[in-house]
């Protein structure tokens, strides 16, 4: 392996974890990217920003935006940032050393960066236990999931870690249940709950059980996320064009495909 000390580190520890928490790699990056979100947030609502600080603002959101209105409110925050042509390349930005590691310098990133607003003791915002690969993604890929506001508790995502997830996936029939709620309680014992500051990043495996629950921190969660993989590893359900694009696509690479043997 020519891998330098740090990336062996940062590999050895996604692949005991199933995932590595880091300080962002860009904070111009980040702060562009929460700056964005808050002014789209005033404007929407007419909210007076300077009675609010940004961290006091996302965090306590449910104050302003009922239940019945959040998922329009937050489909509107999605269309306009992902309109907006720097923020997938701000994104990549804030975790870019952490997948040329883990994942390689030939990338393929989502076309849409998805977002989850959670308020607490809400109900309508849960992500039951599952992976991504049950459902037809490729194993090859790797989640950013980023955060707006410090995510702790409840108000953070869980995930079962590699040996544990080896273990259910051999007992599955077994364990599994009639229902994603079945299948929680057999792995509950086993799950770790994260911790994400802002100003932090989690790369996880999206290939091992991972969710979320009632959200019974008296905050707000705000997070986003999207998947990265290597532009040549194999896709699943997911294609490259219609949910991947290429992104670090490197000249080599570019030129190869492009090559013909002579004609004869």
């Given at each position: 392996?020519?891998?330098s000390e740090a990336e062996q580190e940062l590999s050895a520890a996604y692949l005991k974890q199933g995932y590595v928490i880091q300080p962002v790699?860009?904070?111009?990056?980040?702060?562009?990217?929460?700056?964005?979100?808050?002014?789209?947030?005033?404007?929407?609502?007419?909210?007076?920003?300077?009675?609010?600080?940004?961290?006091?603002?996302?965090?306590?959101?449910?104050?302003?935006?009922?239940?019945?209105?959040?998922?329009?409110?937050?489909?509107?925050?999605?269309?306009?940032?992902?309109?907006?042509?720097?923020?997938?390349?701000?994104?990549?930005?804030?975790?870019?050393?952490?997948?040329?590691?883990?994942?390689?310098?030939?990338?393929?990133?989502?076309?849409?960066?998805?977002?989850?607003?959670?308020?607490?003791?809400?109900?309508?915002?849960?992500?039951?236990?599952?992976?991504?690969?049950?459902?037809?993604?490729?194993?090859?890929?790797?989640?950013?999931?980023?955060?707006?506001?410090?995510?702790?508790?409840?108000?953070?995502?869980?995930?079962?870690?590699?040996?544990?997830s080896v273990s259910l996936n051999s007992e599955f029939k077994a364990r599994a249940g009639s229902s994603s709620e079945d299948l929680y309680h057999?792995?509950?014992?086993?799950?770790?709950?994260?911790?994400?500051?802002?100003?932090?990043?989690?790369?996880?495996?999206?290939?091992?059980?991972?969710?979320?629950?009632?959200?019974?921190?008296?905050?707000?969660?705000?997070?986003?996320?999207?998947?990265?993989?290597?532009?040549?590893?194999?896709?699943?359900?997911?294609?490259?064009?219609?949910?991947?694009?290429?992104?670090?696509?490197?000249?080599?690479?570019?030129?190869?495909?492009?090559?013909?043997?002579?004609?004869?």
């Open positions: 392996m020519f891998l790699a860009d904070v111009e990056a980040l702060t562009w990217i929460r700056t964005q979100i808050i002014n789209l947030i005033v404007a929407n609502l007419e909210i007076n920003s300077q009675q609010y600080p940004d961290e006091l603002l996302l965090n306590s959101i449910h104050e302003h935006v009922s239940v019945a209105q959040l998922n329009d409110f937050r489909l509107s925050i999605i269309r306009e940032m992902n309109t907006q042509p720097l923020f997938r390349l701000m994104y990549f930005r804030v975790a870019k050393p952490y997948l040329e590691t883990l994942v390689g310098n030939e990338l393929s990133m989502q076309l849409r960066v998805n977002f989850s607003i959670q308020y607490p003791g809400d109900n309508s915002s849960l992500l039951p236990v599952h992976a991504d690969t049950w459902s037809g993604d490729s194993p090859f890929e790797v989640v950013v999931w980023l955060p707006l506001v410090d995510c702790y508790g409840t108000k953070a995502m869980y995930i079962l870690p590699p040996p544990a057999a792995i509950a014992l086993d799950i770790r709950w994260l911790s994400v500051k802002y100003g932090e990043v989690l790369l996880f495996n999206q290939g091992l059980p991972h969710g979320n629950r009632i959200n019974q921190e008296s905050e707000t969660r705000w997070s986003m996320n999207c998947r990265f993989k290597g532009v040549f590893t194999p896709y699943g359900d997911k294609k490259i064009g219609e949910f991947f694009e290429p992104i670090t696509l490197r000249a080599a690479s570019q030129a190869g495909m492009k090559y013909n043997l002579p004609q004869l």
